[in-house]
């Protein structure tokens, strides 16, 4: 995939990333607001108060013959202007604007109007910025009464510091509400994983979607449909293979017959040792069509497969009694059987096809004389199905590759095509089963299929 | 004896005839399933070699409806699908034996044996090798010298005859034989067997013990 080096998108990160820019935008927001409304209003309150030195002033004016004069003592000014905060100044003048009391270089009030209207407005004195309170006395003159900004800078550090917190405290908040409901609401994908990882590669069910949310409900259902189509072709697999099988066993079947008939003839001795190889080749050409065919019948999906049943491994070996016993003693082999009841949940046309290859590979690699033994039980809620044979052995570098498909120790005898273990590793993977194989050259072979036993009990009774 | 041989696949069938001429029987051939079932309504036969898989109806469907006219003559199914599941449904619908294609001559000479043995009234007098069965009077003879059996050793090896080229279960062979005696035990069996050995064995039959699990009765043919 192009993208495989970039990161995979993911839905919790998409979220923060739209998330947290938008958050901080509203928090600025939140912020600017609260320093325009927190501004205005200890602009309001305090102005409010300045108003009052200012009034107070005004009404101890008293118009003399020299005009209006501040008739106030030193300390009832100090004591008026007196502020534990800011620092306070005045200044009076006349309706032609000489100064009659208090700081001279107070910048002027624009124009007043109304007489007793008061007038505020920033300004700057000593290079400090001032807030000021001007009213206009009866007789014209003006009162101006001057404040630092301190306490009103405190109000609005105070009012922001109060808001700020909280708005910050519920950003963060909302992040991380965010990326818990995202932890949330993709659970049920967690759920999904678990439950797909869990399957057999050979389980093609659909997977249930009754509980899943109506926002992953149509990717399981197209998943589903997916499945489904995989179940129709494997269906039309299994048709194909129920055909191809009857169409090449009845010819092969002729020809056998055919060169049988013949060879019961009177020919001559080379035509004979002629018909004779043919008549081998054919049989060879046989079992592996009956190998190929089985080993894709084993794969085939486990529901495609024909339902389980509960099977008594002693059942098939009974059955295989019958098959093998003869041929056995044919090649002068001991067969021998050790059979407990060993009740197992399976289909019982593999196993019996995966222990027909187990014993034809002991008859096969074990040379006249010598043994095979077929042994099947329970043991500790497991139920085993053992074959072992005196045989020619397999060397331990080829444990594992024994049960590859078309794997043959060089040099071996024999007509086999590799396929045998193949076919019983198959049928073990698809009953749960585990293989345990005990083999040096030279000295025989086991090999055991280990299965989950169920209705220990039962068996356990009948026994006794 | 009349035999119908129900097969598709000319090559096939005409092996079948040949093996069974051979055998001096008297052979029809049917290539599909309403061929055979036409000729199983006009005629009797002692056998019928029936292959499942024909062109219009098949094998199952042949034997379903033979069945239902409740004839009895033998039916042996051959088939080319995978054994185990069409047996079991092969023999439900009562099929009396059943072969997997492709198959050796010789087996399908022993099975057709076995089958005909079944209809054929019994013959009183069964050969094998140096020993002679008279089942009617049972009387049993090693190279012509008369034997005695006991009445457990007599029905001993009548199990076996019953079931040639079977192997029997020591277990099988205790339930048939728990009306010749209450206590059974498996040992007993083994006590049997090797009495009934040593009486016939030298009229060249061989009674084979499979370790572990019973007996096989080798005398095919004779």
Redesign the interface.
């Known amino acids: 995939m192009p993208e495989e080096s970039e990161r995979a998108p993911s839905i919790r990160r998409r979220l923060l990333a739209f998330l947290v820019p938008a958050l901080l935008l509203l928090v600025g927001c939140a912020v600017v607001l609260s320093y325009v409304l927190a501004e205005r209003a200890a602009t309001t309150a305090y102005d409010r108060s300045l108003l009052d030195p200012a009034l107070d002033m005004a009404e101890n004016v008293r118009l003399g013959a020299n005009g209006p004069q501040l008739d106030m003592l030193a300390q009832e000014q100090e004591a008026l202007l007196y502020d534990h905060e800011d620092t306070l100044v005045f200044q009076i003048r006349d309706s032609a604007g000489k100064l009659i009391a208090g700081v001279p270089d107070l910048p002027l009030a624009p124009p007043l109007q109304a007489e007793q209207r008061p007038l505020f407005f920033d300004a700057v004195y000593k290079g400090k910025p001032l807030r000021v309170a001007a009213i206009r006395g009866a007789s014209g003159f003006t009162v101006q009464v001057g404040e630092t900004l301190n306490k009103r800078h405190r109000l609005v550090r105070e009012t922001l510091a109060a808001e700020f917190l909280p708005t910050v405290l519920i950003a963060l908040a909302s992040v991380a509400l965010a990326w818990t409901v995202v932890a949330h609401g993709i659970a049920p994908l967690g759920r999904l994983r678990s439950q797909l990882l869990a399957r057999s590669p050979h389980d093609l069910r659909p997977l249930d979607e009754r509980n899943a949310p109506v926002e992953i409900a149509p990717a399981i259902e197209a998943f589903n449909h997916l499945l489904c189509q995989l179940r129709d072709s494997n269906a039309v697999q299994q048709r194909f293979l129920?055909n191809a099988?009857?169409?090449?066993?009845?010819?092969?079947?002729?020809?056998?017959?055919?060169l049988?008939?013949l060879l019961?003839r009177e020919l001559p001795g080379d035509v004979h040792h002629e018909i004779e190889a043919m008549h081998i080749a054919?049989t060879r050409a046989?079992r592996l069509a009956n190998q190929l065919?089985?080993l894709a019948?084993a794969e085939v999906s486990a529901e495609q497969a024909?339902p389980k049943s509960v099977v008594n491994l002693r059942t098939l070996a009974?059955v295989a009694?019958?098959e093998w016993?003869?041929r056995a003693?044919a090649r002068e082999i001991?067969?021998?059987?050790?059979?407990a009841d060993a009740s197992i949940v399976g289909d019982?046309?593999l196993l019996?096809e995966s222990l027909n290859n187990l014993i034809d590979n002991a008859l096969r690699y074990t040379p006249p004389g010598g043994?095979a033994?077929v042994r099947c039980g329970t043991r500790l809620r497991e139920a085993f199905l053992t074959v072992e044979d005196s045989g020619s052995g397999i060397p331990e570098w080829a444990h594992q590759r024994v049960f590859e498909r078309f794997f043959r120790i060089q040099g071996t005898p024999g007509e086999g095509a590799g396929l045998g273990l193949a076919i019983v590793r198959e049928v073990a993977d698809q009953h749960a089963a585990r293989i345990v194989m005990e083999s040096t050259a030279g000295s025989g072979t086991r090999i055991v299929l280990v299965f989950s036993a169920v209705g220990v009990e039962a068996s356990r009774s009948s026994d006794a | 004896m009349r035999i119908l041989v129900v097969e598709d696949?000319p090559?096939?069938a005409t092996?079948?005839k040949?093996?069974l001429s051979c055998s001096g029987h008297a052979i029809d051939c049917a290539a599909t399933g309403l061929q055979a079932d036409n000729l199983l309504r006009g005629a009797a036969y002692e056998l019928v070699v029936l292959d499942v898989?024909l062109p219009d109806i098949d094998g199952f469907e042949v034997l379903r409806r033979f069945r239902q006219r409740r004839m009895r003559a033998n039916v042996l199914v051959l088939t080319?699908?995978?054994?185990?599941?069409d047996r079991v449904h092969g023999l439900d619908l009562g099929a009396d034996d059943y072969l997997t294609?492709?198959?050796?001559?010789?087996e399908f000479e022993a099975r057709v044996r076995a089958l005909l043995r079944r209809t054929s009234a019994p013959a009183s007098a069964l050969t094998f090798r140096g020993l002679t069965v008279d089942t009617e009077v049972k009387r049993v003879k090693v190279n012509d010298v008369p034997v005695d059996l006991t009445v457990r050793e007599w029905a001993l090896l009548e199990l076996f005859l019953a079931r040639p080229?079977?192997?029997l279960?020591k277990e099988q062979i205790a339930q048939q034989l728990v009306n010749y005696d209450d206590s059974l035990s498996l040992n007993t069996i083994e006590v049997y067997v090797s009495r009934l050995r040593s009486k016939i064995e030298a009229g060249g039959v061989k009674i084979?013990t499979?370790?572990?699990?019973?007996y096989?009765w080798?005398a095919e043919g004779a």
């Not at chain 1, 001991?334 to 059979?339: N, P, Q, R, S, T």
């Not at chain 2, 294609?101 to 010789?106: N, S, W």
């Not at chain 2, 499979?210 to 019973?214: A, L, T």
Request: proline share 5%.
């Open positions: 129920a099988s009857h169409q090449l066993r009845t010819p092969l079947a002729a020809l056998q017959m055919h049988e008939l019961r054919t046989t065919l089985l019948k024909r009974d009694v019958q016993v003869p003693i001991d067969l021998g059987f050790e059979l019982p046309v019996a043994s033994t | 696949d090559l096939l092996g079948l040949r093996v898989g080319a699908r995978d054994a185990i599941e294609k492709p198959f050796a001559i010789a080229g079977r192997v279960s084979r499979v370790r572990g699990f019973g096989l080798e």
